[in-house]
């Protein structure tokens, strides 16, 4: 930019316009230089400014173009523009005088003032001396010399130019007050002739002063207690106590969110939540009551994560600063925009638009396609500022205070270094007794595993148990035959889990235990659920599951409710699920449901009609040849059918990444929640038969438990199987005093050997070659391993050389750490040097699931740490990108596209971790090919995706990274080296005994290396390989030693508090953003500088970051002519219902200028001198005498100032809508006054709506009926000044809205219990609901109006009467208009 | 109300002054309110008082195909398809929203030249196809824009955001209302019909003053519109008002507000809404014939549901209302749901022939009632989705979003029957001769309606809005 801003700057201007008047006097044939600086300074500005527009480069409106000397003497259609010399004459002249009908210029603009007219004459009778010579160029930007003019015109306008200190005026009365802003007042009431109408009574005053602090109204004991105070200070106690109440944030922060846009859903297609942002209205709430500064809200609103000094909120834990960042994510979203770039400039836009609006009262973003047409600010102004806003990304902040998260750290790292080592002893006393096992298994034939002593004992126990089975399962069958069950086998079909609430959640038969989620709980038997968001949800699922049967016992709460779900398998996120569903598509009827009814068709089973608490069977069984069946109470509901098309066929369930639900339907969609009794609930990996349905249906809920059994056997049966269980626990004393370690070997021979066959299948592993080479011979032996060697070394250099030539390294972690990326959070992810971390499991059997590379990792010391690590921004240049990583429950990849945030579905390259191994993940980036973007990855709760996904059970998620390369075909890369290549390295064993003496040697070096910090990734995926394989022991019970350190560990790491988030933006790769020619995305031009508006602040920003610290110094910088300005006046508009300027977002040139500029500039400093206090500011406008008139205007008033202008009465105002809707509930008594926390749903029904407005939920796409008919704002842009509309429809929702209804009815409870006197009863509502007494002629029209109510009909009752008057109350005007 | 803003600078307009007296149902003057004709009629003879021209029609009849019809299966017919069908596209293809394009898929109809104009169609709309004398269909439509939401916001508000008024609110502040006991900008559902993708926000008055907001009305229910429905018996109700109105009285004298005496005012209309609106949805009286006309005798629910919208649209019209918004029920088909139910981006020969089923009769039968009772001349209908679709498929069976070539119809009041505007490729992909915008649409919508859509502005935020943005042209090729 060139032109210049602030006056320092003013010196290098006129030096400026020195030189273009030297260009000029050549030009201009015969002008002197002074008509050449006459023309520069006072026509080519207005020319430029006016004119262009229309008449120069792009436009030439009736064939006229003024943007150079020929044009205009040549003129247009009507004829030359001028005659020099002949200003009289000229057509130019008539038309800006306004002589000419229908040419009025400018067009659609205000007159031009009269003396610039009159210059322009005299410079037409001067000749008209014009040094232009040549056109401007037709180009998105104007030319320098024509915009800076136009600058410079433009910046001579009121609100731009400092802020001076006035004097006070004389007044002739004045006695009238001594409050200075009275004197302003007073003084512009007498220059015309106005004088102050009388005092508003006390009633009139504190209704106005509560409803305008509080947005309430007075209660009855407030109104009294002003009444009865005979004090001189009267109505200052009444306006500091409004000033102290709680509900004086919660009134002035509706205010603030009418200025960002406040919602708390993007809109558009599915209406995406942005999670949390109710956490941005408490800020404001508390920011509000706590009286901070303005300056401060608007640092923290731009650049709160920045401040050298957070606003710390020690009683919360967390950095207030940083909430109020959430203003920049409350914008409206596309739905999975094609085109990112596009999405972005849109959603800067509205960022720029908000901060200009509310902060300086300009139209900044009228200058995204060109110059402003009115303001001084240019084409690339705005650019500067995209810039600074381009260079932040949207995130979900932790604003917990650091030290709050990070606790606990040095005891687990101590904690966690003796898990080690124990670990460690144990390994290697397992790794010392490998070779023997294989030397065994050698022996045996290499599938036996060594014999131990006291095997014998095992032995005889197992028969002894078989025994105790046989008699079992004949007590078994006789509790079916109890149940009805004819033939027992029917009634026993062994389900895979099974969920019976005997007290807990758990899986009676498998691990898939179950979590209460969102206040689900067990209760005599019974899983509770309430519609509302509690549900079950289990473990992973530990295995594939394809061919299913769900099985429920299930008592619905309420036949009315649609769409919960009873039993749901689903993937982790939800997108794909089979779900039994209560009246989703019909009212009461069954569905098999499924993601987008997939799998799903109306059966024609009867409505259920099941009393409440009674139980209703349901199963739904899924067969491999896809069909689907459902079945109630035993019987088919509806025919079994096979869906057709897409996504019809059986899905398969994958280990880790699927879940059964209970209670809801499936994560992500509507309303999934179910209301109601669940008794039991099972699941079968297999497909039942009907009469297996039907079996178990007369067998009934209740897994059989081994009490039952035992009572249902004879005496002799009990006796025998007492006998046997005896002798076991005989046996097993024995056993355990001659062979001490025999449990332990025998748990490790178990172990191996279950694992061992998969080891040994596995090529790569050293297992693997074990088998593989173990059967040969000593002669042939060497001869196999080399021809082993020498095909794995060429395998693995073709690998390495088809890796080279595919891929393009990008980042690698374990080599050069985390240069340039950018790491988030309290326990940010860590840079882990050496190969060989792990990870203390925070549950279940395992301690820890295997060993890690070197790289970056977001859970080392617990998964309850959460964090963001982010690369550089670049550019997408390969078709794919792949990663090596970690990671699970729900944490994520992305590649961000231009900043959108909120991308799902296959064209926002994205993917879930669901691995505790390394692994590679391929994204397709195809499609994003040649866009701006950053590589993401986010524990759960941390990434912004609308379609995100859970963090596991105790808000647990985990990533970690490796390596990152991009490539354009479909594989990653292949590994090049693994478990066994190290094995090769040395010169080939003599044996197979030999081998295994090899093996096992290796493995306690490995252990050793480990234990030592010294393990090289080589001997990391060696070790590794022998842990995941099961070879060495990782489970609590066979590491008793290990066992309390883990859970120590594991004691500590659940006390790690939750992180808590609010949306926001955090400072990623900085960049200025191209100037965009005419707007448009697709035609970028230049990079302009970060900075702000060269007519506030003329130097690009020096930082290397966003420069939003800079940004949020210029707005709130004392010297910043709009700041405080726009702040008080925005004041002033909600205290009097007008600004001093009435166009409260706009002081530029098509604003209104302000009908009191010194009044506001007094305020303005004065505002800065209390430290930008807006309770001060408040106080000391409620208490000038102005504030305090009555509305009433004397005639004169009537007559010279209709709109009230200069303030000589009160104005009369509808209250807003959110201040009707809680005056209703606070006059009701139903007012729950309970603050801050999630909304509540605004379309709730009225009996569960009882919280002030402020804190229901506002979504875009389903605003608040109530609210919005009272002209409630659209959030969209900044809205400083809401309408106060008339229609019908706020009629017919005071007459008919059961809203109103219900609140008039619990009033007429509450004041018949109040007063029995029917007169009392009426002055007593009146005074609540307008805080005073009805008059003669109105208690009068009470009377007979409370006669014909109960005289009618259809009431009659008093409840009704009082109710029918009550409501008739909140339909008079006077209920929602302030005098 | 930020009306004053206007007021230092130039006089008052015509439409501010409305503003500033705000009286509901767009610029009713105050002392109309309290006339007992209850059917108001234009305001006195010659043009309507809010017009810059002379206008063609009065009313518009917008039949929403939300989701995106698919104009090669209906109104654009390519031959290339089929002789193609299974290849490759021959150009380019543009990112789509679900990326997973297939190749030329023909379409499942056939089609031929219909009426005395000829126009080619198929017979996906085999009703709406005899017709083609009376429609003008626009070949080369285009949008900015690639999904729903954004889409819907598009062609309603021609801002791809919420915010900006929709065009029905556009039309009630243009021209005010005809009735005073009615909105002048309707819209009506009826079966499982909801809001398209976007919310309520694609039928809100956006900056203008609320009275311009759409109502909903949902006319297979009881009550049709939120609040309609009074508490009390009309006897009660009467007292009540008497008394608030007796109050009010005494509050307004001492207060002297104007608002307030348009507030009171409210009442009276409201009063009155609650007998007009369930009269207008009582179809009761209509004869068999009109039923059949409409599709009410059909076996398909939809089609019932959708023929009662077209019904009540037509009594919309004679009662005066100015702008009437159909909606389409889902048939559940595809990717089609509530909000999008023409979304086939699988099953399109099941999809698009369910929901052609729902709409095709009802809409021809709306033409020609509109037409025997010469109210056709007064009313623009238009018939469009937010977008096109792709010729090739997508999952073998469907069509993805296409915003760069699509077809719409308009008929009735002004507009050229019989012809075609405008054209596509050879295959349908994008426009190629003449390529019309949604903000051309609406300049010629306005057009008709009398109104210059570069004139039709409201200021707001420091900028002159309009419907059209800083675009749109007049089609005159579709005039009549």
């Known amino acids: 930019m060139q032109h210049t801003g602030k006056t320092k700057a003013s010196g290098m201007w006129t030096k400026r316009i020195a030189s273009l008047c030297l260009l000029g006097s050549v030009a201009a044939h015969g002008a002197t230089p002074e008509q050449i600086d006459f023309f520069e300074q006072r026509i080519r500005p207005v020319l430029a400014n006016e004119c262009y527009e229309c008449h120069g480069p792009a436009k030439q409106k009736g064939g006229l173009r003024l943007d150079f000397r020929a044009g205009l003497l040549k003129g247009g259609d009507s004829g030359p523009a001028l005659v020099p010399g002949d200003s009289k004459a000229s057509l130019i002249m008539q038309s800006i005088r306004h002589e000419i009908a229908d040419s009025e210029m400018p067009k659609k603009r205000p007159k031009l003032a009269d003396a610039v007219i009159a210059d322009f004459a005299g410079w037409v009778d001067q000749g008209a001396p014009d040094p232009r010579d040549q056109p401007a160029a037709a180009t998105a930007v104007s030319k320098a010399a024509d915009w800076e003019a136009t600058f410079e015109a433009r910046k001579d306008w009121w609100s731009f130019k400092p802020v001076r200190l006035p004097t006070l005026p004389a007044v002739t009365n004045g006695a009238w007050s001594d409050h200075p802003v009275d004197r302003f007042l007073l003084a512009k009431m007498e220059e015309r002739g106005l004088e102050p109408a009388a005092s508003a009574d006390r009633r009139t005053l504190i209704r106005r002063v509560t409803f305008a602090l509080t947005g309430l109204p007075p209660t009855l004991a407030e109104i009294r207690g002003f009444l009865d105070d005979a004090a001189p200070d009267a109505y200052l106690k009444v306006v500091d106590r409004l000033l102290a109440s709680p509900r004086f944030g919660e009134h002035w922060a509706r205010h603030w969110m009418d200025l960002v846009r406040f919602a708390e859903t993007h809109g558009s297609e599915g209406d995406p939540d942005i999670p949390n942002a109710w956490r941005y209205r408490d800020y404001l709430v508390r920011a509000f009551n706590a009286d901070v500064p303005w300056d401060q809200l608007i640092r923290e609103h731009l650049a709160g994560d920045l401040l050298a000094k ?129 030397l065994a298994r050698l022996r045996s034939g290499g599938t036996n595993a060594p014999a131990i002593l006291g ?360 080599g050069k750490g985390a240069d340039g990326w950018f790491r988030y959070g309290a326990n940010p992810p860590e840079v882990v040097a050496r190969p060989g971390e792990f990870t203390v499991q925070p549950e279940g059997e395992r301690i820890l699931a295997g060993l890690l590379p070197a790289g970056v990792f977001s859970h080392r010391l617990s998964e309850r740490h959460n964090g963001v690590f982010a690369s550089p921004r670049f550019k997408v240049s390969s078709d794919r990108i792949s990663v090596r990583v970690v990671g699970g429950k729900g944490a994520r990849i992305r590649l961000i596209t231009d900043n959108y945030p909120i991308g799902q579905g296959n064209i926002f390259p994205q993917a879930n971790l669901n691995s505790d191994a390394p692994t590679w993940i391929t994204l397709d980036t195809a499609y994003r090919r040649d866009s701006t973007a950053y590589l993401e990855f986010a524990t759960a709760e941390d990434v912004t995706s609308r379609d995100r996904s859970p963090a596991g059970p105790g808000g647990r998620s985990f990533f970690g990274v490796e390596r990152v390369v991009f490539h354009d075909g479909q594989q990653p890369p292949m590994e090049e080296a693994n478990a066994s290549t190290g094995l090769f390295e040395a010169g080939p064993p003599a044996s197979a005994e030999d081998l295994s003496k090899r093996i096992g040697d290796r493995l306690v070096q490995a252990v050793e290396a480990w234990r030592r910090d010294s393990l090289s990734e080589g001997d990391r995926v ?83 970051g966003s420069g939003r610290l800079e940004l949020a110094n210029d707005i709130a910088d004392p010297g910043n002519p709009l700041t405080s300005r726009v702040l008080v006046n925005r004041i002033w508009h909600c205290l009097f219902g007008r600004g001093l300027v009435g166009t409260v977002d706009n002081f530029g040139r098509l604003g209104e200028t302000p009908s009191h500029p010194e009044l506001l500039d007094f305020l303005a400093l004065r505002f800065i001198e209390h430290g930008w206090s ?206 | 109300m930020n009306a004053s803003q206007f007021s230092h600078c130039c006089p008052l307009t015509r439409r501010e002054m409305l503003r500033r007296c705000s009286l509901g149902f767009g610029g009713l003057a105050l002392s109309a309110l309290f006339s007992e004709n209850l059917l108001g009629a234009p305001t006195g003879p010659g043009l309507p008082p809010g017009t810059h021209f002379k206008a063609r029609a009065k009313h518009v009849i917008l ?138 926000g694609v039928f809100s008055s956006g900056f203008l003053p609320a009275e311009h907001q759409a109502s909903i009305l949902r006319v297979d229910r009881d009550p049709a519109l939120a609040n309609i429905k009074p508490v009390e018996s009309d006897l009660l109700q009467r007292r009540s008002l008497g008394f608030i109105r007796d109050l009010d009285a005494r509050f307004s004298a001492t207060a002297g507000e104007p608002q307030i005496d348009a507030a009171i005012h409210n009442y ?171 903000y051309d649409l609406w300049a010629t919508v306005l057009h008709l309606l009398g109104l210059d859509h570069e004139r039709l502005t409201y200021r707001f935020g420091g900028r002159d809005f309009r419907l059209t943005d800083v675009y749109g042209r007049v089609l005159k090729s579709v005039l009549a």
């Not at chain 1, 459902?630 to 880790?656: I, K, S």
């Not at chain 2, 080369?140 to 508000?157: D, L, P």
């Not at chain 2, 296409?402 to 308009?410: A, E, T």
Request: hydrophobic fraction near 35%.
């Open chain 1, 310 to 438: 957070p606003r710390l909120n020690d009683a919360e834990g967390f950095n207030e600063s940083l909430l109020g960042l959430a203003h920049f994510r409350l914008v409206e979203h596309g739905f999975n925009p094609v085109d990112t770039l596009d999405e972005q400039v849109k959603t800067i836009d509205s960022q720029i638009d908000v901060v200009t609006k509310a902060f300086q009262g300009l139209t900044v973003s009228c200058a995204r396609c060109h110059d402003h047409k009115f303001d001084p600010i240019g084409q690339r102004d705005y650019y500067a500022l995209q810039g600074v806003f381009g260079s932040v990304r949207p995130t979900q902040l932790t604003i917990d205070q650091p030290e709050r998260l990070r606790v606990r750290r040095p005891e687990l790292e101590t904690l966690k270094a003796e898990i080690k080592s124990g670990l460690a002893e144990a390994w290697e006393k397992s790794a010392h007794r490998l070779t023997e096992d294989l």
């Open chain 1, 455 to 814: 095997d014998d004992f095992r032995d005889r126990i197992g028969r002894l148990q078989q025994r105790v089975a046989e008699i079992d399962n004949l007590g078994r069958e006789a509790v079916l035959r109890l149940r009805g069950v004819t033939n027992a086998n029917q009634g026993s079909a062994r389900p895979m889990a099974a969920w019976t609430f005997d007290g807990d959640a758990r899986d009676s038969v498998g691990g898939l235990n179950g979590e209460l989620v969102g206040g689900a709980f067990v209760r005599d038997g019974r899983l509770i659920v309430d519609g509302k968001g509690a549900y079950l949800r289990t473990a992973p699922l530990d295995r594939p599951l394809r061919e299913k049967t769900l099985e429920i016992w299930v008592a619905p709460a309420n036949l009315d409710q649609r769409g919960g779900g009873v039993i749901t398998v689903q993937s982790e996120d939800g997108a794909v699920f089979d779900s039994i569903v209560f009246a989703e598509k019909e009212p009461r009827r069954w569905l098999a449901g499924s993601d987008g009814f997939r799998r799903s068709r109306n059966l024609d089973g009867p409505a259920e009609t099941a009393a409440a608490g009674a139980l209703v069977h349901l199963v739904a069984v899924y067969r491999t040849n896809h069909s689907i069946a459902l079945f109630r109470d035993g019987a088919a509901y509806g025919a079994a059918y096979t869906p057709p098309g897409d996504g019809a066929t059986l899905r398969t369930f994958e280990p880790q990444s699927a879940r059964v639900l209970l209670g809801m339907r499936h994560t992500g969609g509507g309303s999934p929640f179910f209301a109601g009794e669940i008794e039991e609930a099972r699941l079968y990996d297999r497909a039942l038969e009907p009469d297996e349905v039907a079996a178990s249906f007369r067998a009934g809920p209740g897994l059989i438990s081994p009490d039952a059994i035992a009572q249902a056997l004879t005496p002799d049966q009990r006796a025998v199987r007492e006998g046997r269980l005896a002798e076991i626990a005989d046996l097993r004393r024995v056993l355990a005093q001659r062979y001490p370690d025999y449990a332990e070997r025998d748990a490790e021979r178990i172990r191996r050997n279950s694992a061992f066959g998969v080891a040994t299948k596995d090529g790569t592993h050293p297992l693997g070659v074990w088998s593989r080479l173990s059967t040969h011979a000593a002669e042939s032996f060497a001869g196999e391993w080399r021809a082993l060697s020498a095909k794995q070394n060429e395998e693995s250099a073709e690998r390495r050389k088809s890796n080279a030539d595919t891929f393009r390294p990008a980042w690698d972690f374990a």
């Open chain 1, 1022 to 1104: 060696f070790l590794d390989a022998f842990i995941r394989s099961g070879q060495l022991p990782t489970s609590l019970a066979e590491l008793p030693a290990v066992a309390t350190d883990v859970l120590e560990y594991r004691r500590l790491e659940g006390e790690i508090p939750l992180p808590r988030r609010v949306p926001g933006v955090m400072e990623g790769t900085a960049y200025d953003a191209p100037l965009l020619s005419r707007g448009d995305h697709r035609k970028p031009m230049d990079p302009v500088p970060r900075g702000y508006l060269p007519l506030i602040d003329s130097h690009p920003y020096a930082t290397q």
């Open chain 1, 1174 to 1379: 807006s309770k001060e500011l408040i106080r000391c406008l409620v208490t000038t005498r102005a504030y305090q008139l009555s509305s009433t205007a004397s005639e004169r008033a009537g007559q010279v100032d209709p709109s009230d202008e200069w303030l000589s009465h009160a104005r009369v105002r509808r209250l807003e809508a959110e201040s009707i809707r809680d005056s209703l509930l606070a006059i009701s008594g139903r007012l729950d006054s309970a603050m801050f926390g999630p909304g509540s749903d605004a379309l709730a029904p009225p009996a569960e709506q009882r919280r002030r407005s402020v804190y229901l939920t506002v979504k875009r796409n389903f605003p608040s009926p109530f609210l919005e008919t009272f002209d409630a704002p659209k959030p969209f842009t900044t809205l400083g000044q809401r309408d106060a509309t008339n229609v019908p429809a706020q009629s017919l929702a005071l007459l008919n809205d059961p809203f109103v209804v219900e609140q008039a009815a619990q009033w007429a409870v509450s004041m018949l219990g109040a007063e029995s006197d029917p007169d009392a009863r009426v002055r007593r509502m009146f005074e609540i609901a307008f805080a005073r007494p009805p008059d003669d002629g109105e208690l009068a029209l009470c009377r007979t109006y409370l006669d014909d109510l109960a005289k009618d009909p259809h009431g009659g009752e008093a409840e009704r009467v009082w109710r029918d008057f009550g409501q008739s109350l909140f339909n008079l005007k006077e209920f929602i208009y302030l005098r």
């Open chain 2, 63 to 200: 039949a929403y195909m939300s989701g995106g019809v698919s104009h090669l299966d209906s109104f654009d017919p390519k031959p290339e398809l089929k002789r193609r069908h299974g290849e490759k596209m021959p150009v380019p293809v543009k990112p789509t929203m679900f990326n997973d394009n297939g190749n030329i898929m023909a379409s499942p109809w056939e089609s031929r030249r219909y009426g005395r104009s000829g126009i080619e169609m198929t017979d996906l709309f085999p009703q709406i196809a005899e017709l083609a004398d009376e429609l003008a269909v626009i070949r080369s439509m285009t949008t900015k824009v690639n999904e729903h939401a954004q889409g819907n916001y598009m062609m309603h508000t021609g801002f791809p955001f919420a915010g900006h008024p929709s065009a029905g609110a556009w039309t009630g502040y243009g021209l005010g209302s005809e009735n005073r006991n009615l909105p002048a900008f309707v819209v009506l559902q009826s079966g499982s019909a909801q809001p398209p993708h976007g919310g309520v």
């Open chain 2, 268 to 438: 009276e209309t409201a009063y009155r809404m609650q007998t007009a609106v369930p009269e207008l949805c009582d179809i009761t009286g209509e004869t068999d014939a009109t039923r059949k006309l409409y599709g009410l005798e059909s076996d398909d629910p939809a089609t019932v549901a959708y023929g009662r919208q077209c019904l009540v649209a037509r009594r919309l019209i004679e009662r005066g209302v100015r702008f009437v918004e159909l909606s389409c029920i889902s048939a559940g088909i595809g990717a089609g749901g509530a909000g999008n139910p023409w979304d086939q981006h699988g099953q399109i020969k099941e999809g698009h022939g369910a929901m052609a089923h729902q709409v095709d009769q009802p809409l021809a039968g709306l033409l020609r009632d509109l037409k025997s009772r010469g109210l056709l001349e007064d009313t623009v209908v238009i018939f469009t989705g937010e977008f096109g679709r792709t010729p090739f498929s997508q999952g073998g069976s469907g069509r993805d979003h296409n915003p760069y070539g699509f077809s719409l119809w308009m008929a009735g009041g002004g507009v050229k029957g019989g012809s075609v505007h405008g054209a596509t490729d050879d295959l349908g992909y994008y426009a190629v001769q003449d390529p019309c915008t949604t």
